[in-house]
């Protein structure tokens, strides 16, 4: 007995822990688990394309299919591409046309007239791609059995009054793709079980619900990319009770009245992308307590009301993307408790905080403006986009590439015009203006030099966790005043290569004229030059209103962005800069190198004294090698400048390496092409090594010399 109860309660034991729910993994704040495992891995590693977890599940269900998008499928295809082969059941019809069961496919035969020799049974015909222009009134009136009719891609401009009287079992009619201009009252008066109608790409101007009156089975209503203005004041569902799908996209719609969408309680699919909606009152969703799906996004609108969702209990996807939306608050959200899909992207959220995403508990996707918003909301697995093209979740440089080279070339930059300042002080040079340019050249590439150490130094300190502190350190001032240098840097060094390029056409266009300039000309043609780069590189922070965060558009603190500037001002001084200055500098360096050149194709021959000659001709070829290695830095960011303008989209890759490789690229060559490749440089630098070498030799010789002479007087003494 006793073993009899113990097996039972054994039994018992055993059913109840299979009847009770494994307990949910619990992971720390901005970790999911790996399905149902107990490994848990952060955010940033879901959804990238990389299998983390052993059994692969944070790369599943990374695709967004929320919403009702794939309902229209199988509306959308024929039966004909169904995989199983069905004879013909009609008697009758076209020749040209297949037929399958009782369906008839007439796609792209150049009809110009709908075929009327068809069986009376016919229960689909699809008239898409032909060349009708006018549906004659009673024409399909015969075809009692239709349920679908596809009519899109034609020529169809005009729907007779009775065109569809008759067909009281169509369930499927489209009409996209068409000239339709108007809708006649009572079109569509007999469609009783009418379903779905699709009328999208026509030139519908006004929408009145005569038509609609008799469509009480609607389900679906698409009237997307015509040329509505006005939803009419009359409550749009008390003709169509059972509405459940409604597409008004590329409309003009421009204002959302709260009482439009009055008793649409069945609506779960409302779309109004792509309009010029400035307005949406309050409580305008009040009554669509099923809207499963909501799409406001690229329209106008700057503010939605606060307690506009409230009432959205049920809805699993919003999108109000692409929206000059001034403010977002922080109980916007409140209420949409099945929320999984949620876009923001285009959207600039200056309050962003935990709190505005914390009341979305199901929340599985979210998408923003950038890859910094992610940081905000740690309860949502999929945050799109990953990365800048520059920075990443992890990264302030997303790229293993950048993150080597920028010390690399950070140290050649600094310890070489570090070098060459040095050197040119040890040496004396035959021309102490042309050193003086030389060395203001090396402390402007310097400071280039400096910026990608600190980019390097903020790299380091935010690894593994860059989103987190994203956009703090685009806010903070050590971003400002590195994105200053950098732009201090490249300013001065292209006016300096300007002004050098300049002095040396006239020493050489004009050899026979006191051109050479004096110390105090020199001094104050540099002081302008850093002055000029000071005020250029400042003036963002004089109006912030004007310019916004200037310097702090991305993670490198650099204001060469391939998406367009917020701000209009900026973006005209950004392309007055590159475009303007810069582009300016750079054609007249290639002009003067080129009249150089001829001048000294023409006057070499001739020159009976070739020794000075010579030497500013080999300094002109030593200079044209660098203002072409300047070129190929500088025209990538011409052409990228150029792009902006013109609204071209550009990887954030391109500009990362353009910021790190290619920008500071010639500062780190400057100091190698202006100074240690030089004749007289080496020439110079080896004469000090030969005085160094010579006075080493000679110190020992003179210690010796002392310490004998000294020793001989020590022998000549008498002993004590």
């Given at each position: 007995?006793?073993?009899t109860v113990t097996?039972?309660?054994l039994l018992?034991?055993?059913?109840?822990s299979l009847?009770?729910?494994?307990?949910?993994v619990?992971c720390?704040?901005g970790?999911?688990?790996?399905?149902?495992?107990?490994h848990?891995l952060?955010?940033?590693l879901?959804?990238?394309?990389v299998?983390?977890?052993e059994?692969?599940?944070d790369?599943?269900?990374c695709?967004?299919?929320?919403?009702?998008a794939q309902?229209l499928?199988p509306h959308q295809k024929n039966s004909f591409?169904e995989?199983e082969?069905?004879?013909?059941?009609?008697?009758?019809?076209?020749?040209i046309?297949?037929c399958k069961n009782k369906?008839?496919?007439?796609t792209e035969?150049?009809?110009?007239s709908?075929?009327?020799r068809?069986?009376?049974?016919v229960?689909?015909?699809?008239?898409?791609?032909?060349?009708f222009?006018?549906l004659?009134d009673y024409?399909?009136?015969q075809?009692?059995?239709l349920?679908?009719?596809?009519?899109?891609?034609?020529e169809?401009h005009?729907?007779?009054?009775?065109?569809?009287a008759?067909?009281?079992?169509l369930?499927?009619?489209y009409l996209?793709?068409?000239?339709?201009?108007?809708?006649?009252?009572?079109?569509?008066?007999?469609?009783?079980?009418?379903?779905?109608?699709?009328?999208?790409?026509n030139?519908?101007?006004?929408?009145?619900?005569?038509?609609?009156e008799g469509?009480?089975?609607?389900?679906?209503?698409?009237l997307l990319?015509?040329s509505?203005?006005q939803?009419?004041?009359?409550?749009i569902?008390a003709?169509?009770?059972n509405?459940?799908?409604?597409?008004?996209?590329?409309n003009?719609?421009?204002t959302?009245k709260?009482?439009?969408f009055?008793q649409?309680?069945?609506?779960?699919?409302?779309?109004?992308r792509?309009?010029?909606?400035?307005t949406v009152e309050?409580?305008?969703f009040s009554q669509?307590?099923?809207?499963?799906?909501l799409?406001?996004?690229?329209?106008l609108i700057?503010e939605?009301?606060?307690?506009?969702?409230?009432?959205l209990?049920?809805?699993?996807?919003?999108n109000v993307?692409?929206?000059p939306?001034?403010?977002?608050y922080v109980?916007?959200f409140?209420?949409?408790v099945?929320?999984?899909s949620l876009?923001?992207?285009?959207?600039e959220i200056?309050?962003?905080s935990?709190?505005?995403?914390?009341?979305l508990?199901?929340l599985s996707?979210?998408?923003?403006?950038?890859f910094?918003?992610c940081g905000?909301s740690p309860?949502?697995?999929?945050?799109k986009?990953?990365s800048?093209g520059?920075?990443s979740?992890?990264?302030?440089?997303?790229n293993?590439?950048?993150?080597?080279?920028?010390?690399?070339i950070?140290?050649?930059?600094?310890?070489g015009?570090?070098?060459v300042i040095?050197?040119?002080?040890?040496?004396?040079?035959e021309?102490r203006q042309?050193?003086?340019?030389?060395?203001?050249?090396?402390?402007?590439?310097f400071?280039?030099?400096?910026?990608?150490?600190?980019?390097?130094?903020?790299?380091l300190?935010?690894?593994?966790?860059?989103?987190?502190h994203?956009?703090d350190?685009m806010?903070s001032?050590a971003?400002?005043?590195i994105g200053?240098l950098?732009?201090?840097?490249?300013?001065?060094?292209?006016?300096l290569l300007?002004?050098?390029t300049l002095?040396k056409?006239?020493?050489?266009?004009?050899?026979f004229?006191?051109?050479?300039?004096g110390?105090?000309q020199?001094?104050?043609?540099?002081?302008?030059?850093?002055?000029?780069g000071?005020?250029?590189?400042?003036?963002?922070?004089?109006?912030?209103?004007?310019?916004?965060?200037?310097y702090?558009?991305?993670g490198v603190?650099?204001p060469?962005?391939?998406?367009?500037?917020e701000k209009?001002?900026?973006?005209?001084y950004?392309?007055?800069?590159?475009?303007?200055?810069?582009?300016?500098a750079f054609i007249?360096?290639?002009i003067?190198?080129?009249?150089m050149?001829?001048?000294i194709?023409?006057t070499?021959a001739?020159?009976?004294?070739?020794?000075?000659?010579?030497?500013?001709v080999?300094?002109?070829?030593?200079?044209?090698?660098i203002v072409?290695?300047?070129?190929?830095?500088w025209i990538p960011?011409?052409?990228l400048q150029?792009?902006?303008l013109?609204?071209?989209d550009i990887p954030?890759?391109?500009i990362?390496?353009?910021?790190?490789?290619?920008?500071?690229i010639?500062?780190?060559?400057n100091?190698i092409?202006?100074?240690?490749?030089?004749?007289?440089?080496?020439e110079?630098?080896k004469q000090?090594?030969?005085?160094?070498n010579?006075?080493?030799?000679m110190?020992?010789?003179k210690?010796?010399?002392s310490?004998?002479?000294?020793?001989?007087?020590?022998?000549?003494?008498p002993?004590?």
């Open positions: 007995m006793t073993l097996i039972f309660s018992y034991i055993t059913a109840r009847m009770i729910p494994a307990s949910p619990h720390k704040l970790y999911f688990p790996c399905g149902n495992s107990s848990c952060p955010q940033l879901h959804c990238n394309g299998p983390d977890c059994n692969g599940a790369e599943e269900d695709g967004d299919n929320i919403g009702w309902l499928t591409e995989e082969p069905t004879g013909c059941l009609l008697e009758i019809f076209p020749e046309c297949k369906i008839v496919d007439c035969k150049g009809l110009t709908i075929p009327d068809i069986s009376l049974n229960t689909e015909l699809d008239l898409k791609n032909n060349k222009s006018v004659p024409h399909f009136s075809y009692v059995n349920e679908k009719l596809y009519l899109q891609n034609n169809i005009s729907i007779s009054h009775m065109a569809f008759g067909l009281l079992k369930k499927v009619l996209s793709h068409n000239n339709i201009t108007k809708l006649k009252p009572d079109v569509f008066k007999d469609l009783r079980e009418l379903q779905w109608l699709i009328m999208d790409n030139n519908i101007s006004k929408l009145v619900m005569k038509p609609f469509l009480k089975s609607l389900y679906f209503l698409s990319n015509n509505i203005q939803i009419p004041r009359k409550y569902c003709d169509l009770p509405l459940n799908w409604l597409d008004l996209e590329g003009k719609i421009h959302i709260h009482s439009i009055y649409c309680s069945n609506i779960t699919v409302l779309v109004l792509r309009n010029k909606i400035k309050n409580s305008t669509m307590v099923k809207l499963v799906e799409d406001l996004s690229y329209n700057e939605l009301p606060p307690s506009l969702f409230r009432n209990q049920r809805l699993q996807q919003l993307s692409e929206n939306l001034k403010k977002i109980n916007q409140e209420g949409l099945s929320l999984q876009s923001i992207e285009g959207v200056c309050n962003i935990t709190q505005m995403f914390e009341p508990k199901n996707h979210i998408y923003f403006k950038t910094q918003y905000f309860r949502v697995r999929s945050c986009p990953n800048d520059i920075s979740f992890e990264n302030l440089l997303a293993i590439i950048l993150r080597v080279f920028v010390w690399v950070a140290c050649v930059t600094c310890f015009n570090i070098f040095c050197l040119r002080f040890c040496i004396i040079p021309n042309h050193t003086m340019s030389i060395r203001s050249l090396c402390c402007a590439d400071l280039m030099g400096v910026y990608l150490f600190c980019i390097g130094t903020f790299d300190k935010y690894y593994g966790e860059y989103n987190r994203a956009k350190w806010d001032n971003c400002q005043l200053f950098a732009m201090l840097s490249s300013e001065v060094s292209v006016m300007t002004y050098m002095e056409f006239f020493c050489i266009v004009f050899p004229r006191n051109c050479s300039v110390k105090k020199t001094l104050f043609t540099l002081a302008v030059i850093w002055v000029l000071f005020i250029i590189a400042v003036i963002p922070f004089w109006h912030e209103k004007a310019f916004g965060n200037y702090g558009t991305n603190c650099f060469l962005n391939s998406n367009q500037l209009r001002c900026a973006r005209e950004t392309a007055g800069i590159f475009l303007g200055l810069n582009l300016c007249s360096i290639v003067l190198y080129t009249s050149f001829y001048s194709l023409k070499g001739k020159s009976a004294e070739r020794s000075g000659f010579s030497r500013e080999s300094i002109a070829k030593r200079f044209f090698f072409f290695t300047d070129a190929l830095c960011i011409f052409l150029a792009c902006s013109l609204n071209k954030g890759t391109i990362s390496w353009v910021v790190i490789f290619i920008l500071p010639n500062s780190a060559l100091p092409l202006y100074t240690m490749t030089t004749t007289s440089f080496r110079h630098f000090c090594l030969e005085k160094k010579l006075s080493g030799i110190e020992p010789r210690s010796f010399m310490s004998s002479l000294h020793d001989n007087h020590h022998l000549s003494q002993a004590s």
